[in-house]
């Protein structure tokens, strides 16, 4: 297990853009308070269905500057162009002269975006850019309104690779590749798809995937719902066999070619399943000894009813809202399932938002 370092508290006078920028709220919060606002959100969302003394354990942050991804709005007003977050509770773009969140990669590639964009911008335009910090290299994801023309992806193409951007994409279109941005989930490499889930940091991704692999134990079937291209499938399927399940079939490609040719690896399959729509019912759960769960923030209702009702021995919840979370451990608390620890690991600095990984056995 990689050890996640206790980071200090960034004092607000270094912090030029506290209470203007939207990204970061908490900022001003001395560390012990910090930590115990965190901790209260899960508290809270637990406590409001019935789940008053829950075992949390403790609460890890992420360093600072760690955050390989982000989406950052774009605009050009004015002659001016702006890159960056939306102040508190308004449409009012916040241009990040500096940031304490984003890799320091990660924040000069953003700068020299909004360079290299100005001029490629006509007008009045505006833009969401999901940035991304891989192995290899960079990737952008641009979503606008603007057309694709061939003189503009002759540019993107020409600046990309002073930008050191190995992948750019608008919509579903693909303007600039030289090579598919890689990641490892354990020993495995993951080439990712456009648009791939992946964890905000590189180190709370690791707790994640040490705490997922402690809950699940010596199980010898493990079926990974909401799986993406693996983060925790593949890990897993260094010890024990595993049946990976998504809705989005890129990602599911990535992570079967990333287990064919990872050697050493116990049998992983991929299914592609729309679990909201078509949760796996109790019977074919109890195939597996272990199940792990780490839905988007909407959370996994329709999937735990069936995994309440079935005969899994643990289960290993990964979740970044606690308010489903909470739902969802009522549903399965209610069939039988014992929530034995909670631990929350704070990805998203100085924000509002908590992630989690619970553990759960039934006897």
Known sequence: MRKIRRCPRIPSRNAGLFGTCGGCTLQNLAPDAYLEHK????????????????????????PPRSRRRATLKLEKRDGVTRIGFYAPRSHVLVDIQECHV???GLFR??????ERLHGMLRGAESADLYIAEAENGFDLSIQWKGQTTPDLIGQFAAAAPALDLIRITAGGDLLFQSA????????????????????????????LQATAIKAVGKAKGVVDLFCGCGTFALPLGERTKVHAVDSEAPMLSALSEAARATPGLKPVTAERRDLFRHPIGAAELNAFDAAVLDPPRAGALAQAG?????????????????????????????????????LGVDQFLWSPHIELAAAFAKD
């Not at 899960?42 to 609460?59: F, H, K, N």
């Open 39 to 62: 901790r209260k959100l899960i508290g809270d969302a637990l406590a409001r269905y019935g789940i008053p003394s829950a075992p949390l354990r403790e609460m890890i942050r992420v």
């Open 102 to 104: 984003l890799t320091p």
């Open 109 to 114: 590639l953003a700068e020299r975006l909004r």
């Open 180 to 207: 598919m941005p890689e990641v490892h989930f354990g020993k495995a490499k993951v080439r990712l798809p456009p648009g791939a889930f992946l964890q905000p940091t590189r180190d709370g991704e690791a707790m």
């Open 306 to 342: 069936p995994l309440a009702k079935s005969n899994v021995r643990r289960i290993a919840y990964v979740s970044c809202d606690a308010a489903s979370f909470a739902r969802d451990a009522r549903v399965l608390m209610d069939g039988g399932y014992r929530l034995d620890w909670i």
